[in-house]
């Protein structure tokens, strides 16, 4: 069936620290973004990021396509860096269906 | 310029009663996106407006649940006779509909956290 799913559930870093994010999904998809929910709830998008790699400041992302994974790296981590991040996909055979991963919960430390 | 804006921001309603939410999308963004959030999850899809038709409506949970667009612009999301279960967070996202790149980046709003008794 489909499947989204993000590794690791739960990540607890020290400030200053480095991470990757891992997204795998079951088949070939037509957009993949990165979102990061804030501790208030709020959605913000990271990356759109079906193939390739980008770099945003201290995140950058990369999507292995034919491999079906995406990783999200954060350095340098900071506190306002905690909170969910989640992968979301719509596959090539059902357009703007979008599926979200269960999200990675980050809590960084000060 | 102004984001996806949604409301009411809280909403708690007895069991049995309808409910409607809105949602204000970005001016000029074409797709429209409804989600549903329950508490601890992640988000789970209930239905997209490329203008104001849906294509995929196949993300409803029931016949209770109903959504429309007027205008290309904003959007009601209807809940029938609600259920306990059916409290979440509905969170609306909206992108300019434009196939590839930046054009399919979503921009969510607050969400409604809605509580049914």
């Known amino acids: 069936g489909i499947q989204v799913e993000q590794s690791p559930p739960d990540l607890i870093l020290q400030e200053g620290a480095n991470s990757t994010l891992r997204c795998n999904f079951s088949d070939s998809v037509n957009n993949l973004q990165w979102f990061h929910q804030n501790p208030w709830g709020q959605l913000i998008n990271l990356f759109y990021i079906p193939s390739g790699t980008k770099q945003n400041g201290r995140l950058s992302a990369t999507t292995v396509a034919t491999e079906r994974y995406s990783l999200l790296y954060i350095s340098s981590s900071q506190t306002t860096d905690s909170g969910v991040y989640f992968c979301a996909v719509d596959f090539l055979y059902n357009f703007n269906k979008f599926y979200f991963g269960s999200g990675t919960k980050l809590n960084v430390k000060p | 310029g102004a984001g996806v804006s949604q409301s009411p921001s809280n909403k708690v309603t007895e069991k049995g009663k309808d409910v409607e939410l809105r949602c204000d999308p970005i001016s000029g963004h074409t797709a429209l996106y409804w989600y549903r959030q329950s508490l601890g999850q992640g988000l789970e899809f209930l239905i997209y407006?490329?203008?104001?038709?849906?294509?995929?409506k196949s993300g409803l949970p029931s016949d209770r649940f109903s959504a429309e667009r007027t205008g290309g612009s904003v959007s009601t999301l209807t809940i029938q006779r609600t259920q306990q279960e059916d409290s979440a967070v509905y969170l609306c996202?909206?992108?300019?509909?434009?196939?590839?790149?930046?054009?399919?980046?979503?921009?969510f709003g607050p969400g409604t956290r809605l509580l049914v008794l």
């Open positions: 407006f490329q203008g104001n038709s849906a294509p995929d």
């Open positions: 996202a909206s992108s300019l509909g434009l196939t590839g790149g930046s054009g399919e980046t979503q921009y």
